[in-house]
C-alpha cells in the first residue's frame, strides 16, 4: 500500500488535492492499534492463497474452519428457530423442537428477526445464570447480572472503556499478561489507556506469581492509576491452567491493591492436562468469604466461539458483573443500548450451549457423543504438540493444559537474529514468514503476544485433524532445524 | 438505582469500603452518552409491561411499542426464501430435503463453499466474506445504473451502526479547537450524538427545516460550519437519507449540493442509506449519494471521500436481530482504509448469519427462479407489478400488470391498449420488447 506521502506527491502530480482523512491526520490511537492474530504474517498467506500456494491456518482458535464439525443437536434447533416451517417436519426430535418453540417465545414476534433487550433476551441470560450455578456448585448467580454480548470481545471491550479516565500519570493504568491475547493491547492503545504487563513464568508453566504482579504494579504506579486486572485463564496463548491456590492469590492482591478483576475464561470448557482443573473466579471469589466476597468487584466471561461447540461465526458470548456499583452497571446497558443487541443467533446458540440435552432427552446421547469426541481429540492434540515440539532440538514446549494453541518457545542463532534486524523484522516475525513461505504453515509470531526480551516464540493452535496435526509438528520441526543450521 | 454517594455513605456504615469503579471515576465521555430509543421512556415502558404482567390495573391493557424500528417485533414476518436459505446454511443437512425449493439450496450451497469449513460456525475474513462481498459490489452496480463498485471497497458489518462508528473513530484527531468536529442533522438518529459523546469528538448541528418537509439547506450547513470553525477542526459531515427520524428523502439536486458543499469544505461525507429500500411517497425517490457523486465526474467524482451504509434491519426484509449491514468507500485514503481494516480485525468478523442473510438482500431471486413468484408476493409486489413498474420507469410506456385482471398461478402478462398511431405503437411494441430482452438479461 502506497503511503500518505507517496500517495500526496502523486495526486499533486495530477493535479489533484490532499485527502481529507490521511495517515497523519487519522486518529492516533487507531495508528497504535495492533493485532497479530490477523496481522502481517496472515496477509503474506492470503496473498500466497491467492496465488494458489497451500497454506495450513494454525494462527487463528477456529475450530470449524480447520474441520470441526458443529454439534447437531445445537445446529438442529438453530434451523427451527430461523424457518419455524420446520417444526411440522419429522425430521427433527421433539427436544430440539421444544427448545426452539422456547427460545421463539421468548422473541419479540416470536422471530429471530427482532431486536432483543440490550443485554440479551431475559429468558437465555436466565438460563445463562442457571448455568454458572451449577458450573459453580450451586453458588447464586443472578441474571441481571449477566449481559450477553457479540462474542466475549465486545463484552471485553465495553468493560475496559468503562474504566479508563484520567489524564496524563492520573490515566487509568490495566495491567495484562505476558503473554496475551493481543485483544486487550489493541483495545488498551485504542483507549489512550495505559498498558502496564506482568510477565507469566515460563519455567514454571507459565504460572501467575503475585510477587510479580507487585512488581509490575509497583512500577506502573509512578506514571499512571492502576485500575484493573486482566486474567486469561485458561490461558491464550499459552494453555496454562491457573490452579485454586493462584487464583485465591490473584483475588487477595487485587482486593488489596483495588484492581477491578476481568477474568477471561473463555476456554473454561478446554481443559485437557491430567492435574488439572478450571476454577471460575466467581467460584473462587464466593467462597474466599468476607471481606472478598462482598465487594471485590468481578467480570468475568466466556463465549460459543470455543469449547466443544467452536461457533466463532455466530459471535455468541456473555460478562457476569460481580459486585459492580449498580449506577455502573446502569452506565454500562447504556453503552450496550447504543448498539442495540448482540446478534440473536448467537444469543440463541448460547442458549443452547448452557442448556445442553438432559439424559433423559431424545437427543442427549448423540450430542454427548460428539461433544466428548471433540474433546478428547482435542486432549490427544495439545499432548502431542507437546510432545513432538519438546523431541525437537532448539524447541520446547510447555505443557498444553488448556485452550487450544501451543506457544513453543524457539532458539533462533544470532546470524537470524541480525538477518530480521536488517529487514526491520522481529526475528519471530522473520521466522514465522520463512516458515509460511517454505511449508506453508501459517502460525503467529510471538513478537504479537508479548515475551520476555530476548526470548522467541511463535502461537500454533492444535485444530488441525490428529494425523495432519502430526505430519505438521514435524514438518515445522525439519524446518526449524533447517533454518538453524542455514543461520549458524 | 442508587446513586454511588448513597453507595458510598451506606457501605462506609457497613464497614464496606468503596467501590473501585464508581460514577466519578469512570469514563466521562462514556456518562455523557445517550441513547433515547432505549433510554428512559422504554426503561418506564418495560417496568409498566412488568406491571400489567402482575395484574396492576392501568388505563390500558398493553404497552405498544412504536418507539424503535423493529418490524418484525411488531408483527412483521420474514421473507420465506431468506429464512430457507437461512435454515439449509445452518443445518446443511436440510439440503437433501424435498420441501426446499432448488434455488435456495444452490444459494446455500453457494454460500457455504464460501465459508471456512463449509460452515457458518467459522470466523470468515474480517472484512466479511469475499464472495459476499462482490455480490453487495454487484448490487449497488445494479442500484446505480451500472457505475462501478469495487468488491474490495465494500467491507460488512455487525449492523450499519457498527462500521459508522469505525469510520467515525478512524476521523477523531486533534485536541481542544483543533479537535475533530462532525456536523450532524437536527433532528438525527442518536447513534451519532451518542458515539461523537463517546469518542470526545465535537458535535456540530444542522438543522433540517421543517417547513420543507425537513429539507437539508446548504445555507444551513454553512451557518453551522462557520460557527464551528473558531472551537473545532471540522472534518466530516453525516447525512441520513431518507431521514431518521424525519422521514424525508431528499431531492437529487440537494444531494448535489451536499457533495460540492462538503468538497468545497473538505469534508468527508458519510451517507447513512439504511432506508433506502424505505421510499413511499409518490413523487419522492431516493438517490444514492455514491451514484451522485460518481454523476457528478470531476473533480468531485475521483476525490470528493464517501462511505455510505445499508444494513438488513430496515427495508422489505426488517431483519435486525440478525445484524447484518455494510459500508462503501469512495476515495478513502489507501493507507487508512488498510487502517480500517486492521481495526476491523481486532473484532475479527461480523456474524456470518447476518453476512449470509446479506448476500440474500443484495442478490434476491431472480425472476427465473421457482421462489420469485412467493418472494415478490411477500415484498407486497406481484411479479408482473413490478416488470410494469421498471418498464414505466425506464420506457415511460404505461401498462396494466395482468395481476390486477386475474391470471393462472405461475403466469403473468400485461394489458395494453392497441390505440396509438400505427408508427407510434410499432415504436412502443419493439421498445417495450427490448426492454423485456434487457430484462431477462439483467435478472439472469
Redesign the interface.
Known sequence: ????TG?RSQAVRHG??A?????D????R??R???A???PIVQRA?ELEQELRQVIRAN?G?A?????R?ITFL??V??LC??P??LS?P?FPDDAKKRAERILQA???H????????SGIQLIREDVARYIERRDGGIPADPNNVFLS??A??AIVTVL?????GEGHTRTGVLIPIPQY??YS??LA?LGAVQVDYYLDEERAWALDVAELHRALGQARDHCRP??LCVINPGNPTGQVQTRECIEAVIRFAFEE???LLADEVYQDNVYAAGSQFHSFKKVLMEMGP?YA??Q?LASFHST?KGY???????GGYVEVV?????????ML??M??????????QALLDLVVSPPAPTDPSFAQFQAEKQAVLAELAAKAKLTEQVFNEAPGISCNPVQGAMYSFPRVQLPPRAVERAQELGLAPDMFFCLRLLEETGICVVPGSGFGQREGTYHFRMTILPPLEKLRLLLEKLSRFHAKFTLEYS
Open positions: 500500500m502506497a503511503s500518505s500517495d489533484l488535492r485527502k481529507v482523512l490521511t495517515l491526520g487519522m486518529n492516533p487507531v495508528r492499534v495492533e493485532y492474530v490477523r496481522g492470503l487463528i477456529d470449524q474452519a480447520m474441520g470441526q458443529p445446529r438442529q438453530l434451523a430461523v424457518n416451517d420446520l417436519s425430521n422473541c419479540g414476534g422471530s429471530l428477526g427482532a431486536y432483543s433487550v440490550s457479540t462474542g470481545s465486545d472503556k468503562l474504566l479508563v479516565a493481543p485483544l489493541a483495545t485504542e485500575r484493573a483495588r484492581l477491578f471481606p462482598g465487594q468487584e466461539s461447540m467452536g461457533e466463532c461465526g455466530f459471535r459486585n459492580m456499583d449498580a449506577a455502573v452497571q446502569q452506565q447504556k453503552l443500548s447504543v448498539r442495540l443487541c448482540p446478534p440473536v443467533p448467537g
